[in-house]
């Protein structure tokens, strides 16, 4: 079931926005709703580097889409590897939402 973002006062609406206006945080969004990934399969189905996907990953795990957890690989050498997974979620946004947050 998904959760329904809450936003204490208008400056969280807005970040949640804005994270959700760029394309590419959008893409990890529809990647991660099919299956859980890995920061290098997401890098690679997006076409940008680490550092940037870095970026997105951390941004939305921030605002509370996005989770991770560690795993450890097993094979010839052993490493840990950091993989999310998409938080259900529902974000409702009305003109009394709007009102309430802006103090209306």
Do not use: W
């Not at 997401?42 to 795990?61: C, D, F, N, P, W």
């Not at 009305?94 to 947050?101: G, Y």
């Amino acid at each position: 079931m998904s959760e329904e973002l809450q936003f204490r006062n208008a400056k969280e609406l807005m970040e949640v926005l804005s994270m959700l206006a760029n394309e590419n945080r959008l893409k990890i969004i529809s990647l991660l709703a099919e299956k859980p990934m890995y920061i290098s399969e997401i890098k690679r189905k997006l076409g940008v580097s680490y550092a940037l996907t870095h970026l997105y990953m951390s941004s939305l795990e921030k605002i509370g889409l996005v989770e991770s957890r560690y795993e450890t690989v097993t094979g010839e050498k052993s490493y840990v590897k950091k993989y999310y997974q998409l938080k259900p979620f529902k974000l409702t946004v009305t003109p009394q939402l709007i009102k309430d947050l802006m103090g209306g």
